[in-house]
């Protein structure tokens, strides 16, 4: 069994006890499942608390999208992972199998007729991803990208999409703002023996906040080993490829949950509890959570962070 509780301060995982609760059966178990705790949850469960949030940094989210039949994003992945490892802790990655038209490479280049059908057989996309390529307007392709879903700092564009070379710099000045509007805590437990993660969320404004926001969710796989079309090597089908952060799914619904309505004061929290049961093509994987805040209306990201049981 794995078993583990983290506490992510945003820019740094810092570990520590939980406060332990009898029978903590959250108010609003719509997303809930205690029978996914293997075990007698009303008695052995560790449910968690929340002490001060004192991280004042803004992180970034980098929505990488790509396709595993997409020679060209390779490339797309190695720009992400360059500013994820130079800013540990701070630049999370998210690799989206999903493109233009909301249709993933997968599913608009393979028929089953196909010699090559067999190396691309795991289907890489989900719901939400290709949700998003369609709702959020002016993707122009793989590998394109999202950095927290803000436009190119200084450009007449409104578009949120941004081209591979740019990622670092729009990420980079956004970890240089220091007007953190909102902050999150997260631990998350995970049990093999029935493949669920158990997650807990506190979100709290850090200023006062007028709008739409929503907590978004997503199950991550840390690397998924399998097939990629590669353009830059030969043979171009590269068998044993490291996919890293993919998207399999999310834990509260593509949109996530709202969590500040109107006006909310500065201070203001609220608490969210959830599992998930892992997808029988990304078992027996290594995963990690990411959780952000989103402007419902503008689909701007306030403040992500990540955690790995």
Not at 75 to 91: L, M, T
Not at 106 to 135: D, S
Not at 238 to 244: A, C, N, Q, R, T
Not at 259 to 264: N, P
């Amino acid at each position: 069994m794995k078993y583990s509780i983290f506490y992510l301060l945003a820019i740094v995982v810092a570990f520590g006890s939980c406060d332990r609760v009898e029978n903590p059966i959250p108010g609003d178990a719509a997303n809930y499942d205690v029978t996914l705790f293997p075990g007698n949850y009303a008695t052995a469960y560790s449910y968690p608390t929340f002490g001060s949030n004192s991280n004042n940094n803004i992180n970034v989210l980098i929505e990488d999208y790509t396709g595993h039949q997409c020679g060209n994003c390779p490339a797309g992945a190695i720009a992400a992972k360059g500013v994820e490892n130079a800013n540990p802790g701070r630049v999370f990655v998210v690799s989206e199998h999903a493109g233009f038209g909301g249709i993933s490479q997968y599913q608009r280049i393979h028929t089953p007729n196909e010699p090559e059908y067999p190396k691309y057989g795991r289907n890489f996309t989900n719901e939400a991803g290709l949700t998003y390529a369609t709702a959020i307007t002016g993707i122009l392709g793989n590998p394109y990208g999202m950095i927290n879903r803000k436009p190119v700092a200084g450009s007449s564009s409104a578009s949120l999409w941004i081209p591979y070379g740019q990622w670092q710099t729009n990420a980079e000045n956004i970890l240089l703002q220091n007007n953190l509007r909102a902050n999150i805590q997260m631990a998350v437990n995970y049990y093999d023996e029935t493949d669920a993660l158990f997650v807990h969320i506190e979100a709290e404004s850090k200023t006062t906040l007028t709008g739409n926001y929503n907590l978004v969710v997503y199950a991550i796989a840390k690397d998924v080993v399998d097939w990629q079309k590669n353009y830059a090597v030969f043979p171009n089908d590269v068998e044993f490829y490291h996919h890293h952060n993919v998207h399999i799914g999310n834990v509260n619904g593509t949109w996530g949950d709202p969590v500040f309505l109107g006006e909310i004061a500065s201070g203001a929290k609220v608490r969210k509890d959830y599992t998930y049961k892992i997808k029988e093509n990304f078992k027996d994987l290594e995963y990690a959570v990411i959780a952000y805040l989103m402007n419902a209306d503008t689909y701007e990201i306030l403040q992500v962070i990540m955690v790995e049981p």
